[in-house]
């Protein structure tokens, strides 16, 4: 968990070494000068010795950081980084900690002194951009000696990883959701309904010239007249949301991917479907099943969601829609509305229709 790396010199050493320079050339014109410069070098050797005695081994030191549990792609988020002396000297130290190569960082951290026995805490500002889990690299100091001369590097290992999630793009997510509860107000005012629900809602007395499939024999048989079934919209239905993961998703729209749009519209159909409460699965693809979701129902569901795509990313590869889309079918026991986000180039549109077969467009929706 802990390595030394290497014993640098200071600048207060090398100039030191510097200003003993001059007394070698003394040596060409006064005998024996030579022993000065001699006496000079093994004073500082002694005192760089001394000096690298007061440096606290690796294992008294500790460091830890305080990340947030989760990162949205390209949003700043703060971090704490906790650095701890066990020892009885205070130590002064330059930090540098190992972040992720998808990371982005502000100005480089500045020296700290922590305290004998107690912590000291850095504070810095990071902003992912990529999504993914990226792990955190080694926290390095830097840590100078009791005078100053010798500086000896350690690298602390400290295995943290970052889960960064994707993030509503254009527009504050709180603004986004709030339109999308406009929209959802809107639709729960009265209005004509035309369709015919599917589910029971209660029992009534027949009304002469309707449709007589809707009377219910065994009430008719027992209150002896004709009694017809009430029958509502379908109400806590299940969706599946199938997001295609392949080489084609990786084409670009503006600045993102086709992948990064399909993952907004799978999060925001999320939201809908937990609001409506709905139960909802969700699949990434490629030319394999990627991740897989099974119907969540609930104030979970969108959280999942979230888990289940924060590390999908489009694959060089063709998309294989026919065997999974059929294994995903197979997966969902429940009759579903299937929307399958993805790229459709003209010639290849009657293929990708032709992945829904016969069997599963009885049992689906699409």
């Not at 502000?106 to 922590?114: E, N, S, Y």
């Not at 990529?130 to 400290?158: C, D, N, S, W, Y």
């Not at 998703?249 to 749009?261: F, K, N, P």
């Amino acid at each position: 968990m802990i390595a030394v790396l290497s014993l640098i010199p200071s600048m207060r050493l090398i100039w030191l070494v510097a200003l003993g320079a001059p007394l070698w050339p003394l040596a060409l014109f006064i005998p024996g000068a030579w022993l000065a410069g001699l006496f000079y070098l093994v004073l500082l050797a002694a005192l760089c010795w001394r000096d690298v005695r007061t440096i606290p081994r690796p294992s008294e030191l500790a460091a830890r950081r305080e990340l947030p549990p989760r990162f949205a792609l390209g949003v700043d988020h703060s971090v704490k980084l906790v650095l701890r002396n066990g020892t009885a000297l205070p130590v002064v130290a330059v930090v540098r900690d190992e972040l992720p190569d998808s990371f982005e960082s502000g100005a480089d951290l500045p020296p700290v002194r922590i305290p004998s026995y107690g912590e000291a805490h850095l504070n810095y500002i990071l902003r992912p951009l990529k999504r993914g889990a990226h792990p955190f690299g080694a926290v390095v100091l830097r840590v100078q000696g009791e005078r100053g001369l010798i500086q000896q590097q350690m690298a602390l290992t400290v295995g943290d990883t970052a889960k960064v999630y994707p993030n509503f793009h254009g527009a504050d997510q709180y603004q986004l959701l709030a339109k999308i509860d406009q929209r959802e107000e809107i639709a729960r005012k009265p209005r004509p309904f035309k369709a015919a629900g599917t589910d029971f809602e209660s029992l009534r007395p027949y009304i002469s010239g309707e449709d007589p499939r809707s009377i219910d024999w065994k009430a008719t048989a027992r209150r002896g007249s004709l009694i017809s079934r009430n029958k509502q919209v379908e109400k806590g239905q299940q969706l599946a949301v199938l997001l295609d993961a392949g080489r084609l998703m990786a084409e670009t729209i503006g600045e993102r991917s086709r992948l990064e749009h399909g993952l907004d519209a799978t999060v925001m159909l999320s939201y809908v479907a937990q609001k409506r409460g709905d139960a909802l699965a969700v699949a990434a693809f490629s030319n394999k099943l990627e991740s897989f979701m099974p119907p969540v129902r609930g104030p979970a569901l969108l959280p999942r969601v979230l888990e289940s795509l924060y590390a999908v990313h489009a694959r060089p590869v063709e998309s294989d829609y026919w065997q999974v889309i059929a294994q995903v079918m197979a997966m969902l026991r429940r009759r579903s509305l299937v929307i399958l986000l993805t790229d459709v180039p003209n010639r290849t549109s009657d293929r990708r229709d032709r992945s829904l077969g016969p069997h599963d467009r009885r049992r689906h929706l699409s």
